[in-house]
Protein backbone atom coordinates (compact mmCIF):
# COMPACT_ATOMS: atom_id res chain seq x y z
CA UNK A 1 0.00 0.00 0.00
CA UNK A 2 1.14 3.48 -0.77
CA UNK A 3 -0.11 6.00 0.93
CA UNK A 4 0.19 9.67 -0.10
CA UNK A 5 -1.34 12.49 1.00
CA UNK A 6 -1.61 15.11 -2.50
CA UNK A 7 -5.58 14.61 -2.97
CA UNK A 8 -4.86 13.46 -6.83
CA UNK A 9 -7.51 12.19 -8.90
CA UNK A 10 -10.37 13.53 -6.17
CA UNK A 11 -13.58 14.85 -7.72
CA UNK A 12 -13.69 18.72 -7.71
CA UNK A 13 -17.15 18.98 -6.56
CA UNK A 14 -16.63 16.33 -3.97
CA UNK A 15 -14.82 17.73 -0.52
CA UNK A 16 -11.55 15.19 -0.21
CA UNK A 17 -10.89 13.11 2.72
CA UNK A 18 -7.54 13.80 4.73
CA UNK A 19 -5.51 11.45 2.31
CA UNK A 20 -5.84 9.57 -0.44
CA UNK A 21 -5.15 5.61 -0.34
CA UNK A 22 -3.98 3.72 -3.42
CA UNK A 23 -4.29 -0.12 -3.51
CA UNK A 24 -3.46 -2.37 -6.32
CA UNK A 25 -5.30 -5.53 -7.07
CA UNK A 26 -3.87 -8.03 -9.12
CA UNK A 27 -6.52 -10.49 -9.88
CA UNK A 28 -4.95 -13.82 -10.77
CA UNK A 29 -5.16 -17.54 -9.98
CA UNK A 30 -3.44 -19.09 -7.57
CA UNK A 31 -2.53 -22.77 -6.47
CA UNK A 32 -3.53 -23.74 -3.26
CA UNK A 33 -4.15 -27.05 -1.28
CA UNK A 34 -7.10 -27.29 1.08
CA UNK A 35 -8.79 -30.48 2.27
CA UNK A 36 -5.95 -32.41 0.75
CA UNK A 37 -7.08 -31.24 -2.57
CA UNK A 38 -5.01 -28.74 -4.67
CA UNK A 39 -6.32 -26.59 -7.37
CA UNK A 40 -6.27 -22.98 -8.58
CA UNK A 41 -8.65 -20.44 -7.49
CA UNK A 42 -8.85 -16.97 -8.30
CA UNK A 43 -7.34 -14.46 -5.49
CA UNK A 44 -6.18 -10.95 -5.53
CA UNK A 45 -2.32 -10.50 -5.30
CA UNK A 46 -2.54 -14.55 -4.39
CA UNK A 47 -4.35 -13.82 -1.03
CA UNK A 48 -7.45 -15.92 -0.23
CA UNK A 49 -8.84 -13.88 1.80
CA UNK A 50 -7.76 -11.05 0.11
CA UNK A 51 -5.98 -7.56 0.60
CA UNK A 52 -7.53 -5.66 3.55
CA UNK A 53 -8.68 -2.13 2.38
CA UNK A 54 -7.14 0.19 5.26
CA UNK A 55 -8.73 3.71 5.34
CA UNK A 56 -10.02 6.46 7.43
CA UNK A 57 -13.25 8.29 7.63
CA UNK A 58 -13.91 10.75 4.56
CA UNK A 59 -10.69 9.57 2.94
CA UNK A 60 -10.37 8.94 -0.82
CA UNK A 61 -9.94 4.96 -1.99
CA UNK A 62 -8.59 4.08 -5.54
CA UNK A 63 -7.87 0.70 -6.55
CA UNK A 64 -6.29 0.27 -9.62
CA UNK A 65 -7.78 -3.45 -10.68
CA UNK A 66 -5.98 -5.41 -12.79
CA UNK A 67 -7.27 -9.08 -14.72
CA UNK A 68 -4.44 -11.27 -15.58
CA UNK A 69 -7.29 -14.36 -14.67
CA UNK A 70 -8.97 -15.86 -17.21
CA UNK A 71 -12.54 -14.52 -16.20
CA UNK A 72 -14.71 -11.98 -16.02
CA UNK A 73 -13.72 -9.52 -12.99
CA UNK A 74 -15.39 -6.36 -10.86
CA UNK A 75 -15.02 -5.86 -7.56
CA UNK A 76 -17.91 -4.41 -5.11
CA UNK A 77 -17.38 -1.94 -2.01
CA UNK A 78 -20.34 -3.59 -0.36
CA UNK A 79 -21.31 -1.07 2.37
CA UNK A 80 -19.69 1.66 0.71
CA UNK A 81 -22.16 4.59 -0.16
CA UNK A 82 -20.37 5.69 -3.60
CA UNK A 83 -21.64 9.26 -2.92
CA UNK A 84 -21.97 10.25 -6.68
CA UNK A 85 -19.44 7.33 -7.84
CA UNK A 86 -21.99 5.03 -8.87
CA UNK A 87 -19.25 4.64 -11.68
CA UNK A 88 -17.74 2.53 -9.26
CA UNK A 89 -20.09 0.74 -7.49
CA UNK A 90 -18.88 -2.41 -9.46
CA UNK A 91 -22.00 -4.59 -9.82
CA UNK A 92 -21.31 -6.41 -13.22
CA UNK A 93 -24.20 -5.48 -15.81
CA UNK A 94 -25.50 -2.99 -13.56
CA UNK A 95 -23.04 -0.07 -13.19
CA UNK A 96 -20.09 -1.78 -15.61
CA UNK A 97 -19.36 -4.18 -17.67
CA UNK A 98 -16.72 -6.93 -16.74
CA UNK A 99 -13.32 -6.16 -16.47
CA UNK A 100 -12.16 -8.72 -19.43
CA UNK A 101 -9.08 -11.01 -18.87
CA UNK A 102 -5.75 -8.63 -19.81
CA UNK A 103 -7.58 -5.42 -18.96
CA UNK A 104 -7.66 -3.07 -15.98
CA UNK A 105 -9.99 -0.26 -14.16
CA UNK A 106 -9.26 1.93 -11.40
CA UNK A 107 -12.36 2.53 -8.84
CA UNK A 108 -12.48 6.01 -7.05
CA UNK A 109 -14.12 6.84 -4.29
CA UNK A 110 -14.91 8.53 -1.41
CA UNK A 111 -15.38 7.32 2.40
CA UNK A 112 -18.46 10.14 2.94
CA UNK A 113 -19.11 10.07 6.97
CA UNK A 114 -18.09 6.22 7.01
CA UNK A 115 -16.24 4.02 9.32
CA UNK A 116 -15.85 0.53 10.81
CA UNK A 117 -16.16 -2.66 9.03
CA UNK A 118 -17.48 -3.58 5.63
CA UNK A 119 -15.87 -5.88 2.92
CA UNK A 120 -15.04 -5.99 -0.56
CA UNK A 121 -16.01 -8.91 -3.34
CA UNK A 122 -15.82 -10.09 -6.60
CA UNK A 123 -19.37 -9.10 -8.34
CA UNK A 124 -19.67 -10.95 -11.74
CA UNK A 125 -20.71 -14.91 -11.47
CA UNK A 126 -19.61 -17.04 -8.40
CA UNK A 127 -16.05 -15.52 -8.32
CA UNK A 128 -17.05 -13.93 -4.59
CA UNK A 129 -16.79 -17.42 -3.60
CA UNK A 130 -12.57 -16.60 -3.35
CA UNK A 131 -12.28 -12.92 -4.30
CA UNK A 132 -12.98 -11.31 -1.03
CA UNK A 133 -11.71 -9.04 1.40
CA UNK A 134 -12.07 -6.92 4.38
CA UNK A 135 -12.66 -3.02 4.35
CA UNK A 136 -11.15 -1.29 7.82
CA UNK A 137 -12.37 2.51 7.99
CA UNK A 138 -10.98 4.31 11.37
CA UNK A 139 -12.24 7.10 12.13
CA UNK A 140 -10.86 10.54 12.02
CA UNK A 141 -7.77 11.35 13.81
CA UNK A 142 -8.72 11.99 17.38
CA UNK A 143 -11.80 10.79 16.96
CA UNK A 144 -12.17 7.96 19.44
CA UNK A 145 -14.35 4.47 19.39
CA UNK A 146 -17.39 5.25 21.45
CA UNK A 147 -16.61 1.99 23.26
CA UNK A 148 -13.48 1.28 25.25
CA UNK A 149 -10.67 0.80 23.07
CA UNK A 150 -9.49 -2.58 22.53
CA UNK A 151 -5.98 -3.88 23.09
CA UNK A 152 -5.90 -5.28 19.61
CA UNK A 153 -7.83 -6.34 17.19
CA UNK A 154 -8.82 -9.03 14.27
CA UNK A 155 -10.21 -10.19 11.22
CA UNK A 156 -12.58 -12.81 11.05
CA UNK A 157 -13.92 -13.20 7.42
CA UNK A 158 -16.43 -16.08 7.04
CA UNK A 159 -16.48 -18.11 3.98
CA UNK A 160 -17.22 -21.10 1.96
CA UNK A 161 -15.19 -23.27 0.31
CA UNK A 162 -16.17 -25.38 -2.89
CA UNK A 163 -13.33 -28.21 -4.63
CA UNK A 164 -15.05 -27.28 -7.81
CA UNK A 165 -13.95 -24.42 -9.92
CA UNK A 166 -16.60 -21.62 -8.77
CA UNK A 167 -17.45 -20.45 -12.12
CA UNK A 168 -17.71 -23.55 -13.61
CA UNK A 169 -20.46 -24.50 -10.63
CA UNK A 170 -22.82 -21.46 -11.17
CA UNK A 171 -22.65 -22.66 -14.81
CA UNK A 172 -23.46 -25.83 -14.01
CA UNK A 173 -26.25 -25.29 -11.61
CA UNK A 174 -28.42 -22.86 -13.86
CA UNK A 175 -28.32 -25.75 -16.59
CA UNK A 176 -29.49 -28.16 -14.00
CA UNK A 177 -32.47 -26.20 -13.31
CA UNK A 178 -32.00 -27.02 -9.59
CA UNK A 179 -30.19 -26.16 -6.52
CA UNK A 180 -26.69 -25.76 -6.20
CA UNK A 181 -24.69 -28.16 -3.68
CA UNK A 182 -23.39 -27.40 -0.67
CA UNK A 183 -20.26 -26.17 0.24
CA UNK A 184 -17.18 -28.54 0.75
CA UNK A 185 -16.34 -26.83 3.65
CA UNK A 186 -16.98 -23.62 5.81
CA UNK A 187 -13.69 -21.67 6.59
CA UNK A 188 -12.31 -18.39 8.87
CA UNK A 189 -9.85 -16.73 7.20
CA UNK A 190 -9.55 -19.14 4.35
CA UNK A 191 -9.58 -22.23 6.92
CA UNK A 192 -11.70 -24.91 7.21
CA UNK A 193 -10.04 -26.17 11.18
CA UNK A 194 -10.00 -29.81 12.79
CA UNK A 195 -13.34 -30.86 11.83
CA UNK A 196 -12.65 -31.43 7.94
CA UNK A 197 -10.43 -33.75 6.52
CA UNK A 198 -6.77 -33.07 6.34
CA UNK A 199 -7.46 -29.37 8.17
CA UNK A 200 -6.22 -30.21 11.81
CA UNK A 201 -3.55 -27.67 11.43
CA UNK A 202 -5.30 -25.60 8.63
CA UNK A 203 -6.92 -23.82 11.46
CA UNK A 204 -6.80 -19.61 12.35
CA UNK A 205 -6.17 -18.84 16.05
CA UNK A 206 -6.06 -15.99 17.73
CA UNK A 207 -3.74 -14.83 20.73
CA UNK A 208 -4.66 -13.88 23.75
CA UNK A 209 -3.48 -12.35 26.58
CA UNK A 210 -5.28 -12.80 29.53
CA UNK A 211 -7.48 -9.83 30.61
CA UNK A 212 -7.18 -7.68 27.54
CA UNK A 213 -10.37 -7.05 25.53
CA UNK A 214 -10.14 -7.72 22.03
CA UNK A 215 -12.18 -6.21 18.92
CA UNK A 216 -13.39 -8.78 16.39
CA UNK A 217 -14.45 -7.47 13.31
CA UNK A 218 -16.43 -10.15 11.76
CA UNK A 219 -17.51 -10.30 7.85
CA UNK A 220 -19.57 -13.24 6.59
CA UNK A 221 -18.03 -13.65 2.57
CA UNK A 222 -19.92 -16.61 2.07
CA UNK A 223 -21.71 -17.17 -0.95
CA UNK A 224 -25.48 -19.43 -0.49
CA UNK A 225 -25.02 -19.96 3.48
CA UNK A 226 -26.03 -18.16 6.07
CA UNK A 227 -23.74 -18.74 9.35
CA UNK A 228 -23.87 -18.55 13.11
CA UNK A 229 -20.88 -17.89 15.05
CA UNK A 230 -20.01 -18.19 19.18
CA UNK A 231 -16.92 -18.34 21.04
CA UNK A 232 -16.72 -20.88 23.71
CA UNK A 233 -17.37 -19.51 27.48
CA UNK A 234 -16.81 -16.27 26.15
CA UNK A 235 -19.77 -13.43 25.67
CA UNK A 236 -19.31 -10.71 22.79
CA UNK A 237 -20.36 -6.87 22.79
CA UNK A 238 -21.91 -5.77 19.82
CA UNK A 239 -20.69 -2.33 19.37
CA UNK A 240 -21.46 -1.72 15.44
CA UNK A 241 -23.33 -3.70 12.50
CA UNK A 242 -22.66 -2.91 9.12
CA UNK A 243 -20.46 0.12 9.33
CA UNK A 244 -22.56 1.98 11.87
CA UNK A 245 -22.14 2.54 15.71
CA UNK A 246 -24.60 0.34 17.76
CA UNK A 247 -25.76 0.76 21.59
CA UNK A 248 -23.41 -1.94 22.91
CA UNK A 249 -25.79 -5.67 23.21
CA UNK A 250 -24.22 -8.53 24.14
CA UNK A 251 -25.06 -12.05 23.22
CA UNK A 252 -23.64 -15.31 23.21
CA UNK A 253 -23.63 -16.06 19.43
CA UNK A 254 -24.56 -14.24 16.13
CA UNK A 255 -25.53 -14.29 12.96
CA UNK A 256 -24.24 -13.17 9.97
CA UNK A 257 -26.01 -13.33 6.03
CA UNK A 258 -23.32 -13.27 3.32
CA UNK A 259 -22.71 -9.18 2.93
CA UNK A 260 -23.12 -8.97 6.75
CA UNK A 261 -20.24 -7.37 9.07
CA UNK A 262 -20.67 -6.80 12.79
CA UNK A 263 -17.65 -5.67 15.53
CA UNK A 264 -17.69 -7.39 18.67
CA UNK A 265 -15.79 -6.73 21.74
CA UNK A 266 -14.79 -10.26 23.90
CA UNK A 267 -12.40 -10.24 26.74
CA UNK A 268 -10.04 -12.97 27.46
CA UNK A 269 -11.42 -12.89 31.27
CA UNK A 270 -11.78 -16.78 31.65
CA UNK A 271 -9.61 -19.13 32.87
CA UNK A 272 -6.04 -19.92 30.71
CA UNK A 273 -6.90 -22.18 27.80
CA UNK A 274 -7.66 -22.87 24.45
CA UNK A 275 -11.17 -22.23 23.68
CA UNK A 276 -12.95 -22.68 19.96
CA UNK A 277 -14.30 -20.14 17.76
CA UNK A 278 -17.11 -22.25 15.87
CA UNK A 279 -18.81 -21.15 12.52
CA UNK A 280 -21.86 -22.80 11.77
CA UNK A 281 -25.31 -22.87 9.70
CA UNK A 282 -28.24 -20.98 10.21
CA UNK A 283 -30.64 -22.83 7.57
CA UNK A 284 -34.24 -21.42 7.37
CA UNK A 285 -35.78 -23.28 4.18
CA UNK A 286 -36.94 -26.96 4.69
CA UNK A 287 -35.78 -29.75 2.40
CA UNK A 288 -32.61 -27.78 1.08
CA UNK A 289 -29.31 -30.07 1.66
CA UNK A 290 -26.66 -27.66 3.71
CA UNK A 291 -22.97 -28.31 5.33
CA UNK A 292 -23.84 -28.94 8.89
CA UNK A 293 -19.79 -29.54 9.89
CA UNK A 294 -18.59 -26.46 11.44
CA UNK A 295 -15.18 -24.56 10.95
CA UNK A 296 -13.27 -23.74 13.84
CA UNK A 297 -10.38 -21.41 15.05
CA UNK A 298 -8.94 -20.69 18.80
CA UNK A 299 -9.40 -18.00 20.74
CA UNK A 300 -6.15 -19.47 22.76
CA UNK A 301 -4.91 -17.80 25.86
CA UNK A 302 -0.58 -17.25 26.39
CA UNK A 303 0.11 -19.45 28.72
CA UNK A 304 -2.47 -22.50 27.08
CA UNK A 305 -0.29 -25.23 25.83
CA UNK A 306 -0.20 -25.35 22.28
CA UNK A 307 -1.07 -29.24 22.56
CA UNK A 308 -4.21 -29.12 24.98
CA UNK A 309 -7.87 -29.82 23.92
CA UNK A 310 -9.79 -26.93 23.10
CA UNK A 311 -13.28 -26.30 24.71
CA UNK A 312 -15.59 -26.69 21.84
CA UNK A 313 -18.13 -23.68 21.17
CA UNK A 314 -22.14 -24.02 21.39
CA UNK A 315 -23.68 -23.19 18.75
CA UNK A 316 -27.34 -22.72 18.15
CA UNK A 317 -29.11 -25.64 15.63
CA UNK A 318 -29.22 -24.94 12.39
CA UNK A 319 -33.05 -23.54 12.06
CA UNK A 320 -33.21 -22.12 15.48
CA UNK A 321 -35.01 -18.64 13.68
CA UNK A 322 -35.46 -17.62 17.63
CA UNK A 323 -31.75 -17.18 18.20
CA UNK A 324 -31.95 -15.27 15.28
CA UNK A 325 -34.67 -12.80 16.04
CA UNK A 326 -32.69 -12.10 19.66
CA UNK A 327 -29.79 -10.87 18.12
CA UNK A 328 -31.88 -8.62 15.87
CA UNK A 329 -33.99 -7.09 18.93
CA UNK A 330 -30.65 -6.39 20.22
CA UNK A 331 -29.46 -3.94 17.12
CA UNK A 332 -29.93 -0.28 18.01
CA UNK A 333 -28.39 2.27 16.48
CA UNK A 334 -26.14 4.40 19.11
CA UNK A 335 -27.70 7.66 18.08
CA UNK A 336 -31.09 8.28 17.54
CA UNK A 337 -32.73 10.89 15.48
CA UNK A 338 -32.27 10.76 11.93
CA UNK A 339 -34.95 8.03 10.76
CA UNK A 340 -37.32 9.95 8.13
CA UNK A 341 -40.69 10.20 10.04
CA UNK A 342 -42.37 11.56 6.68
CA UNK A 343 -42.86 9.20 3.94
CA UNK A 344 -42.54 10.04 -0.52
CA UNK A 345 -43.25 6.62 -2.00
CA UNK A 346 -44.45 3.58 -0.07
CA UNK A 347 -42.77 0.36 -1.93
CA UNK A 348 -43.76 -3.00 -0.91
CA UNK A 349 -41.68 -5.77 -2.75
CA UNK A 350 -42.15 -9.51 -2.13
CA UNK A 351 -39.42 -11.97 -2.42
CA UNK A 352 -38.88 -15.67 -2.58
CA UNK A 353 -38.27 -18.46 -5.12
CA UNK A 354 -40.67 -19.54 -8.04
CA UNK A 355 -40.29 -22.71 -10.18
CA UNK A 356 -40.69 -22.36 -13.85
CA UNK A 357 -42.25 -24.92 -16.45
CA UNK A 358 -39.90 -26.79 -17.90
CA UNK A 359 -39.23 -25.91 -21.66
CA UNK A 360 -35.91 -28.40 -22.22
CA UNK A 361 -36.06 -30.73 -24.85
CA UNK A 362 -33.72 -32.74 -22.30
CA UNK A 363 -35.51 -32.10 -19.13
CA UNK A 364 -33.94 -35.15 -17.29
CA UNK A 365 -30.68 -32.67 -17.48
CA UNK A 366 -31.52 -29.44 -17.55
CA UNK A 367 -35.27 -29.54 -14.92
CA UNK A 368 -34.02 -30.90 -12.35
CA UNK A 369 -36.26 -28.69 -9.86
CA UNK A 370 -39.15 -29.13 -7.98
CA UNK A 371 -41.82 -30.76 -9.93
CA UNK A 372 -39.30 -31.15 -12.89
CA UNK A 373 -39.47 -27.66 -13.24
CA UNK A 374 -36.64 -24.81 -12.97
CA UNK A 375 -35.95 -23.65 -10.32
CA UNK A 376 -36.05 -19.45 -10.45
CA UNK A 377 -36.45 -16.62 -7.96
CA UNK A 378 -38.06 -13.13 -7.85
CA UNK A 379 -39.29 -9.99 -6.75
CA UNK A 380 -42.76 -8.91 -6.69
CA UNK A 381 -42.93 -12.00 -8.88
CA UNK A 382 -40.52 -10.82 -11.75
CA UNK A 383 -37.17 -12.67 -11.61
CA UNK A 384 -34.36 -9.88 -12.73
CA UNK A 385 -32.49 -10.74 -16.04
CA UNK A 386 -29.16 -9.10 -16.73
CA UNK A 387 -29.09 -6.85 -19.30
CA UNK A 388 -26.00 -7.08 -21.98
CA UNK A 389 -24.62 -3.84 -21.62
CA UNK A 390 -24.47 -2.00 -18.06
CA UNK A 391 -27.72 -0.45 -17.00
CA UNK A 392 -25.65 2.77 -15.94
CA UNK A 393 -24.38 3.23 -18.97
CA UNK A 394 -27.60 2.44 -20.86
CA UNK A 395 -29.32 4.97 -18.43
CA UNK A 396 -26.56 7.65 -19.03
CA UNK A 397 -26.32 7.48 -22.50
CA UNK A 398 -29.64 6.79 -22.99
CA UNK A 399 -29.27 3.69 -24.89
CA UNK A 400 -32.99 1.90 -25.96
CA UNK A 401 -34.02 -1.82 -25.18
CA UNK A 402 -31.77 -2.71 -22.06
CA UNK A 403 -34.51 -1.87 -19.19
CA UNK A 404 -37.27 -0.93 -18.78
CA UNK A 405 -38.65 1.74 -16.01
CA UNK A 406 -42.05 -0.52 -14.81
CA UNK A 407 -40.75 -2.32 -11.58
CA UNK A 408 -44.28 -2.21 -9.88
CA UNK A 409 -44.34 -0.60 -6.39
CA UNK A 410 -46.18 -3.19 -5.30
CA UNK A 411 -47.14 -7.06 -6.11
CA UNK A 412 -48.96 -7.65 -9.09
CA UNK A 413 -51.42 -9.69 -7.54
CA UNK A 414 -52.26 -9.77 -3.62
CA UNK A 415 -52.29 -13.28 -2.31
CA UNK A 416 -51.31 -15.25 0.82
CA UNK A 417 -47.87 -14.65 0.16
CA UNK A 418 -46.19 -16.74 2.82
CA UNK A 419 -48.80 -19.84 2.49
CA UNK A 420 -49.95 -19.27 -0.91
CA UNK A 421 -48.66 -19.18 -4.58
CA UNK A 422 -49.11 -16.36 -7.70
CA UNK A 423 -52.51 -16.79 -8.71
CA UNK A 424 -54.23 -19.08 -5.46
CA UNK A 425 -53.11 -21.61 -7.07
CA UNK A 426 -50.99 -24.10 -5.50
CA UNK A 427 -49.70 -25.29 -8.09
CA UNK A 428 -48.83 -21.67 -10.18
CA UNK A 429 -45.53 -21.06 -9.01
CA UNK A 430 -44.24 -18.99 -12.03
CA UNK A 431 -43.09 -15.81 -12.46
CA UNK A 432 -42.33 -13.36 -15.35
CA UNK A 433 -38.69 -12.18 -16.08
CA UNK A 434 -37.79 -9.11 -17.05
CA UNK A 435 -35.34 -6.35 -16.71
CA UNK A 436 -37.43 -3.93 -14.96
CA UNK A 437 -36.27 -0.92 -13.04
CA UNK A 438 -37.75 1.52 -10.13
CA UNK A 439 -37.21 5.30 -10.54
CA UNK A 440 -36.87 7.52 -8.02
CA UNK A 441 -36.69 11.32 -7.92
CA UNK A 442 -33.39 13.00 -6.29
CA UNK A 443 -34.46 13.08 -2.36
CA UNK A 444 -37.51 11.00 -2.39
CA UNK A 445 -38.26 9.54 0.74
CA UNK A 446 -38.77 5.65 0.43
CA UNK A 447 -40.33 3.04 2.78
CA UNK A 448 -39.88 -0.20 1.26
CA UNK A 449 -41.57 -3.12 2.60
CA UNK A 450 -39.66 -6.39 1.93
CA UNK A 451 -42.21 -9.87 2.19
CA UNK A 452 -41.04 -13.35 1.84
CA UNK A 453 -42.85 -15.51 0.50
CA UNK A 454 -43.63 -19.16 0.50
CA UNK A 455 -43.94 -19.95 -2.61
CA UNK A 456 -41.47 -22.42 -2.81
CA UNK A 457 -40.44 -22.45 0.80
CA UNK A 458 -40.06 -19.53 3.00
CA UNK A 459 -36.54 -18.42 4.10
CA UNK A 460 -34.67 -15.82 5.55
CA UNK A 461 -33.43 -13.98 2.70
CA UNK A 462 -29.96 -11.09 3.08
CA UNK A 463 -31.51 -8.31 1.16
CA UNK A 464 -28.94 -5.77 -0.23
CA UNK A 465 -29.28 -2.61 -1.28
CA UNK A 466 -26.20 -1.07 -3.03
CA UNK A 467 -25.66 2.84 -2.87
CA UNK A 468 -27.21 3.33 0.60
CA UNK A 469 -27.42 2.71 3.76
CA UNK A 470 -31.43 2.14 5.14
CA UNK A 471 -32.77 2.20 8.47
CA UNK A 472 -34.99 -1.21 9.77
CA UNK A 473 -37.71 0.63 11.56
CA UNK A 474 -39.35 -2.74 11.64
CA UNK A 475 -39.85 -6.47 11.12
CA UNK A 476 -42.12 -9.50 11.95
CA UNK A 477 -43.54 -12.81 11.58
CA UNK A 478 -46.52 -13.44 8.42
CA UNK A 479 -47.83 -11.00 6.06
CA UNK A 480 -46.90 -7.47 6.71
CA UNK A 481 -50.16 -5.91 8.06
CA UNK A 482 -49.97 -1.84 8.32
CA UNK A 483 -52.59 -2.08 10.87
CA UNK A 484 -50.23 -3.74 13.56
CA UNK A 485 -47.30 -3.94 12.23
CA UNK A 486 -44.49 -1.81 15.28
CA UNK A 487 -42.33 0.25 13.85
CA UNK A 488 -39.26 1.78 15.68
CA UNK A 489 -38.74 5.65 14.86
CA UNK A 490 -36.24 6.03 17.57
CA UNK A 491 -33.24 4.08 17.29
CA UNK A 492 -33.42 1.69 14.63
CA UNK A 493 -30.49 0.30 13.30
CA UNK A 494 -28.72 1.41 9.98
CA UNK A 495 -27.60 -1.44 7.71
CA UNK A 496 -26.69 -2.18 4.13
CA UNK A 497 -28.24 -5.89 4.18
CA UNK A 498 -31.19 -7.00 6.22
CA UNK A 499 -31.49 -10.79 6.59
CA UNK A 500 -35.72 -10.59 6.23
CA UNK A 501 -37.25 -13.17 8.79
CA UNK A 502 -38.20 -16.59 7.09
CA UNK A 503 -42.24 -16.18 6.75
CA UNK A 504 -41.92 -12.27 7.64
CA UNK A 505 -41.04 -9.26 6.30
CA UNK A 506 -38.77 -6.16 7.45
CA UNK A 507 -39.69 -2.42 6.78
CA UNK A 508 -36.72 -0.10 5.41
CA UNK A 509 -36.60 3.48 5.01
CA UNK A 510 -33.76 5.62 3.14
CA UNK A 511 -33.58 9.13 1.43
CA UNK A 512 -32.84 8.48 -1.84
CA UNK A 513 -29.98 11.32 -2.59
CA UNK A 514 -27.45 9.68 -4.21
CA UNK A 515 -27.84 9.57 -8.24
CA UNK A 516 -27.26 6.42 -10.37
CA UNK A 517 -28.31 3.15 -10.62
CA UNK A 518 -28.46 1.31 -7.55
CA UNK A 519 -28.90 -3.15 -7.66
CA UNK A 520 -30.75 -4.36 -4.44
CA UNK A 521 -30.20 -8.04 -4.48
CA UNK A 522 -30.84 -11.20 -1.96
CA UNK A 523 -27.08 -11.21 -1.25
CA UNK A 524 -27.44 -15.41 -1.90
CA UNK A 525 -25.34 -15.63 -5.20
CA UNK A 526 -27.75 -18.35 -5.95
CA UNK A 527 -30.87 -16.31 -5.65
CA UNK A 528 -29.22 -13.32 -7.31
CA UNK A 529 -28.34 -16.05 -10.07
CA UNK A 530 -32.14 -16.89 -10.04
CA UNK A 531 -33.22 -13.48 -10.30
CA UNK A 532 -33.89 -12.22 -7.18
CA UNK A 533 -33.24 -8.93 -7.30
CA UNK A 534 -34.54 -5.20 -8.86
CA UNK A 535 -32.66 -2.00 -9.33
CA UNK A 536 -32.98 1.86 -8.36
CA UNK A 537 -32.41 4.21 -10.76
CA UNK A 538 -32.00 7.60 -8.47
CA UNK A 539 -32.30 10.54 -10.81
CA UNK A 540 -30.08 13.85 -10.51
CA UNK A 541 -31.26 16.63 -8.26
CA UNK A 542 -30.24 20.18 -8.88
CA UNK A 543 -26.34 21.39 -9.42
CA UNK A 544 -22.85 19.40 -9.09
CA UNK A 545 -23.65 17.91 -5.91
CA UNK A 546 -26.61 15.97 -6.66
CA UNK A 547 -25.82 15.11 -9.99
CA UNK A 548 -23.44 11.88 -11.43
CA UNK A 549 -20.40 12.66 -12.94
CA UNK A 550 -19.36 11.61 -16.18
CA UNK A 551 -17.83 7.91 -16.42
CA UNK A 552 -14.52 7.65 -16.18
CA UNK A 553 -11.81 7.19 -18.98
CA UNK A 554 -11.26 3.30 -18.59
CA UNK A 555 -14.21 2.63 -17.48
CA UNK A 556 -14.64 -1.67 -19.25
CA UNK A 557 -16.10 -2.30 -22.53
CA UNK A 558 -18.80 -5.15 -23.21
CU1 LIG B 1 -32.39 -15.08 -1.11
Same mark, same amino acid.
Given at each position: ???? !?????????????????? $???K?????????????????????????????????????????????????H????????????????????????????????????????? #?????????????? $??????????????????????????????W??????????????????????????????????N?????????????????? #????N????????????? *??????????????????????????????? #??????????????????? !????????????????? $???????????????? !????? #?????????????K?G??????????????????????????????Q???N???????????????????????????????????P???????????????????N???????????L??????????????????????I?????????????????????????????????????????????????????V??? *????D? *????????????????????????????????
Open positions: MVLR !SSPLHVLAQWPGGRSTRF $YDFVQTTRITKLCNTKDIVTVNGMYPGPVVYAQEDDRVIVKVTNESPYNVTIWHGIRQMLSCWSDGPSYITQCPIQAGQSFTYEFTLVKQKGT #LLWHAHVSWLRGTV $YGAIVMYPKAGVPYPFTYPYKEHIIILGEYLKDVVQLEKAVLASGGGPPPADAFTINGHPGPNYCSNNDAYKIDVVPGKTYL #LRLVAGLNMENFFSIAN *HRMTIVEADGEYTKPFTTDRVMLGPGQTMNV #LVTGDQSIGKYSMAMGPYM !SAQGIPFQNISAIAYFQ $YLGALPTSLSLPARLP !SFNDN #LAVKMVMDGLRSLSHVPKEIDQNLYYTIGLNVQQCHSPTPQQNCGLNGTMAASMNNISFVKPKISLLEAYYNRINGQFTEDFGVPLKFYDFVNGAPNNSPNTQSMIGTRTFVEYGTRVQLILQDTGTVSTENHPHLHGYSFYVVGYGSGNYNPQTAQFNLVDPPYLNTIGVPVGGWAAIRFVADNPGWFM *HCHFI *HLSWGLASVFIVKNGKGELETLPHPPADLPRC
